[in-house]
């Protein structure tokens, strides 16, 4: 089954952030603002019962909303450099990292490009590398 349409995706996150109406709609907007700065062909879905996902050759990182806090998760994080340390949860996972963002606190929004910039970059490395026949399943003659 396929999710809502990108159209409705968005509509779906306006709605939340409308929802929300506090500091957490507002740091919600802020975030999506910048990760369409960062990369204007990001596309935005609505997966797992609500979560904003924000993708483009795959999934480059979610917007959480909490009660205490706005979690953006990047879905590679882990092969992430992160020379600024925005990583501040979720660091001893093998795959993901996540940066929790607290009422009040400032974003460092060049950072935080690039941070984005480079999981995109990741994610079409990814998507243009031959898959070896190992890993298709598929044995070489």
Do not use: Q
């Not at 740091?27 to 979560?51: F, N, Q, S």
């Not at 979610?62 to 340390?85: C, H, I, Q, R």
């Not at 990292?97 to 999981?119: P, S, T, V, W």
């Amino acid at each position: 089954m396929k999710g809502p349409s990108v159209e409705s995706a968005s509509a779906f996150i306006d709605e939340k952030i409308k929802e929300l109406g506090d500091w957490r709609g507002k740091t919600l907007a802020k975030v999506r603002a910048i990760i369409h700065k960062a990369d204007p062909e990001i596309v935005e879905e609505w997966k797992w019962m609500g979560t904003p996902v924000f993708s483009h050759g795959g999934i480059v990182c979610t917007g959480e909303t909490y009660k205490n806090v706005v979690k953006m998760t990047f879905a590679k994080g882990a092969a992430l450099e992160d020379p600024s340390g925005l990583f501040n949860s979720s660091l001893d996972g093998n795959v993901r990292r996540a940066i929790d963002i607290h009422e009040g606190e400032k974003i460092d929004e060049a950072a935080l490009k690039d941070l984005i910039r480079a999981a995109v970059a990741l994610n079409l490395k990814a998507k243009s590398k031959p898959k070896s026949p190992r890993a298709s399943g598929k044995h070489a003659e």
